[in-house]
């Protein structure tokens, strides 16, 4: 299976998930079907609703990804989901977009991509 964002495919679409933007691109390369904009919108805002959710509902995530933790505590468990869950995950802003920019250069420079990536961000 291609990598689109690999390939320099937008990673954010209209405010959602790299996910989404993959999914949809490998569903237009392997099924032959565009997702309609409408959908991608109605997924986009789907993603986004439940990330607030989980941002403003911190405690009750929590509890409910125990069953998932593999042995962490409650204290444990929110440490560790809150590196992975925080503000950046709604917007992450010029910093991320940096970020990214710096880690696909370094990826490139050292070997791992075979040619420079330009990534478009879609606001």
């Not at 996910?19 to 691109?25: G, K, S, T």
């Not at 390369?29 to 789907?46: G, Y």
């Not at 010029?94 to 710096?102: F, L, P, S």
Request: with cysteine.
């Amino acid at each position: 299976m291609p990598n689109p964002v690999l390939r320099g495919s937008p990673i954010w679409e209209n405010g959602g998930s790299a996910i989404l933007a993959c999914h949809c691109r490998w569903t237009e390369t392997w099924c032959n079907k565009a997702i309609p904009p409408p959908v991608r919108r109605d997924l986009s805002e789907i993603i986004r609703e439940s990330i607030e959710y989980g941002l403003t509902q911190r405690e009750e995530a929590v509890a409910y990804s125990l069953a998932y933790a593999r042995d962490m505590n409650r204290q444990l468990a929110g440490k560790f989901i809150g590196m992975y869950v925080n503000e950046f995950t709604r917007d992450y802003g010029e910093v991320g977009r940096a970020a990214i920019r710096k880690f696909l250069a370094e990826a490139h420079k050292k070997g791992y991509i075979g040619v420079p990536i330009a990534v478009e961000f879609v606001e």
